[in-house]
């Protein structure tokens, strides 16, 4: 089983849709939580980053960490064509190595 | 903003050379990183380094070594190249001691290609 899970899709959403990203983990040692978003053919762009559980909100982004369950989430609101990218998850445990999730190609249409 | 910069996008080599990726960030970061990328695998730990002269392994190190002689610059050395070494190379610096916790700001990517 891998330490952090994430659904690699394709999502496909109409543009202005809400869009739902998630991974979930299984270690609890895990502290620290980002996202990154990835245009083809460019290296990852950090996106956010939280430590523990609680939200945070950016913009249109909002991130989530929920650590009793394991699980995070990255929500787009007024998605646009140019969030089409893929979006990893990472995280780590209070040292500077990070676990990734595999990313979530989304693509929104016009 | 932080600059990583990759110094070749597309490298394509023949099996058994000796090659060099070479990384160069220019916010003063302490922490240097070397992943590669394979689809269905995410992104692996290759090494990276914590300082000057100072190098860690990291999940994947078999058939690369590293080299930080200068603080602003991390080279990943392929020994002896095999195809399947073929990949996505990112390299990531951070800021901060090993235990900071900064974010990690990635360069573009070499994409690799050995023949």
């Known amino acids: 089983q891998k330490e952090v899970e994430q659904d690699p899709g394709p999502l496909s959403v109409p543009e202005g849709a809400i869009v739902s990203l998630n991974c979930t983990y299984s270690?609890?040692?895990?502290?620290?939580f980002m996202w990154y978003r990835q245009y083809s053919r460019k290296g990852p762009e950090l996106l956010m980053y939280?430590?523990?559980?609680g939200n945070k909100e950016d913009g249109r982004f909002t991130a989530q960490v929920d650590k009793s369950s394991k699980y995070i989430s990255l929500f787009i609101r007024d998605s646009q064509p140019s969030d089409s990218a893929t979006y990893l998850c990472?995280?780590?445990?209070?040292?500077?190595?990070?676990?990734f999730g595999q990313g979530t190609r989304l693509t929104i249409n016009p | 903003d932080v600059k990583v910069t990759q110094s070749s996008r597309y490298l394509v080599k023949r099996t058994g050379e000796k090659v060099f990726l070479e990384c160069v960030q220019d916010?003063?970061?302490?922490?240097m990183f070397w992943y590669r990328q394979d689809p269905g695998l995410g992104l692996r730990l290759i090494y990276f380094s914590y300082d000057v002269k100072m190098k860690e392994k990291g999940d994947i190190p078999e058939g690369y070594s590293v080299s930080r002689e200068k603080k602003e610059r991390f080279s990943l050395i392929l020994e002896s190249a095999s195809t399947n070494q073929t990949s996505m190379y990112l390299c990531a610096s951070s800021a901060g001691n090993l235990y900071s916790n900064q974010p990690q700001h990635f360069g573009d990517g070499t994409r690799l290609s050995i023949l």
């Open positions: 916010m003063d970061h302490e922490n």
């Open positions: 990472a995280m780590s445990g209070g040292a500077q190595k990070l676990v």
């Open positions: 270690n609890s040692a895990f502290q620290y």
């Open positions: 939280t430590y523990s559980s």
